[in-house]
């Protein structure tokens, strides 16, 4: 199985900051790589897919980017409504895994 | 719109099997796959498996021998049969719907599954 290792494993960052959180695939997943938020009680939603290309409706303060086995999400002007865990899963390979996600917190 | 709702038991007692249904409106079955996640709580997901649009399923290796995906078109709805449930298998379980690629694009509320006695 592909090993999705993200970082960091929690963040604080104050409104506005930018933030990035990394993810590290064990082996190369040819940009098959998707972001999801989730927020407390909620079920997780998709932001970013193939690496790069935002899911309908997503803000563009969201971004994607990366290749091979390293993979990055950043938040610009980083909102109230943006506090929540995010997660990286790949898709190139059975079965899809999912890293350990990253909890964004408000400083 | 798309909408995905699970339903099933909340408890199943360890060793018994489990039982959920994926009720879908929005979208046939027939043009997209659906997949069943678990989530335990506070930790990451994982990738039950999939029923494909054109009826052939997948599965994650580590679960292969106990699980079964399948779906009643006419019904618009998608079964999981899990045997030999284990304590570890408690979380919430959802069901998802593929997007433009085979990621999960719509999410089904979820339901929290426990596994004691």
């Known amino acids: 199985d592909i090993r999705m290792t993200q970082s960091p494993a929690s963040l604080s960052a104050s409104l506005g900051e930018t933030v990035n959180i990394e993810c590290l695939a064990s082996?190369?997943?040819?940009?098959?790589l998707a972001w999801y938020q989730q927020k407390p009680g909620k079920s997780p939603q998709l932001l970013i897919y193939n690496a790069n290309s935002l899911q309908n409706g997503v803000p563009s303060r969201f971004s994607g980017s990366g290749s091979g086995t390293q993979y990055s999400l950043k938040i610009n002007s980083l909102q109230s409504e943006d506090v929540a865990t995010y997660f990286c899963q790949q898709y190139n390979n059975y079965p899809n895994t999912f890293g350990a996600g990253t909890k964004l917190e408000l400083k | 719109q798309v909408q995905l709702k699970e339903s099933g038991p909340g408890l199943v007692q360890p060793s018994e099997t489990l039982s959920l249904t994926c009720t879908v409106s929005?979208?046939?079955?027939?043009?997209?796959?659906v997949s069943w996640v678990r989530q335990p709580s506070g930790k990451g997901p994982e990738w039950m498996g999939r029923m494909w649009y054109d009826g052939d399923t997948a599965y994650n290796s580590a679960l292969k021998s106990r699980l079964s995906i399948s779906r009643d078109t006419s019904k618009n709805q998608v079964f999981l049969k899990m045997n030999s449930l284990q304590t570890d298998d408690t979380g919430t379980y959802y069901c998802?719907?593929?997007?433009?690629?085979?990621?999960?694009?719509?999410w089904g509320q979820g339901t929290l599954v426990t596994v004691s006695s």
């Open positions: 929005g979208f046939s079955l027939t043009s997209y796959s």
């Open positions: 082996e190369d997943i040819y940009s098959d």
């Open positions: 998802t719907r593929d997007g433009i690629t085979t990621v999960f694009a719509y």
